[in-house]
C-alpha cells in the first residue's frame, strides 16, 4: 500500500496521505512531510543522540487536529534543528492527540528537497474512500 504521493497545485505543494485507519494516517502524514522535505534522506536510529518528547493537542475536529499534528512536526523541524526518526506512541481520542517521539538532530550538511514554510488548513478533509482514510495536505512553499 502506497502510504503517501505529491498532487499537482497550482503555487503551493500539496501531497495526500493514505492511512488504513485513522492512526496509520496521522503516522504516515508525518513521514510524508519529512520526505517531502528532505527527499529520500535517511537518518540513522542512533539511540546516543536521539531525544523524546511528548507531544500533546487538542484540536476542534480530526481535520484541524491532523494541521496542527503536522504544524508542531514542522515547527520542530524548522525552529529546533529536530527531525523524527520514530513514532514510539501516537493515541487519538475524537480531537485529542497524545504522542511520544523519537528525534534527532538535523546534520548540518543536510539539503532540503522542498522549502516548506507553512501547513494551511486549505480543503483539508479526511475521507474514507474503498477502505482507506486519506487527506490532501497543502503547504505553503
Known sequence: MKKWNPL???SDYAFRVYGRTVKDLFIN???ALVESIFGNFKISDDQSTSI???VNIESLDQETLIID?????????????????NIVQLEIYSQNLSAQLK???IPVDTSYNID?????YH????VLTEGLYQVDIVCDI
Open 116 to 120: 516548506i514554510k507553512a501547513i494551511t
Open 69 to 85: 499534528w503536522l504544524r508542531n512536526i514542522l515547527e520542530l523541524i524548522l525552529f529546533d534543528n529536530l527531525i523524527p526518526i
Open 8 to 10: 499537482n497545485h497550482t
Open 123 to 126: 480543503d483539508v478533509k479526511i
Open 103 to 105: 528525534l534527532t538532530k
Open 29 to 31: 502524514s508525518v513521514f
Open 52 to 54: 523524546n518528547k511528548a
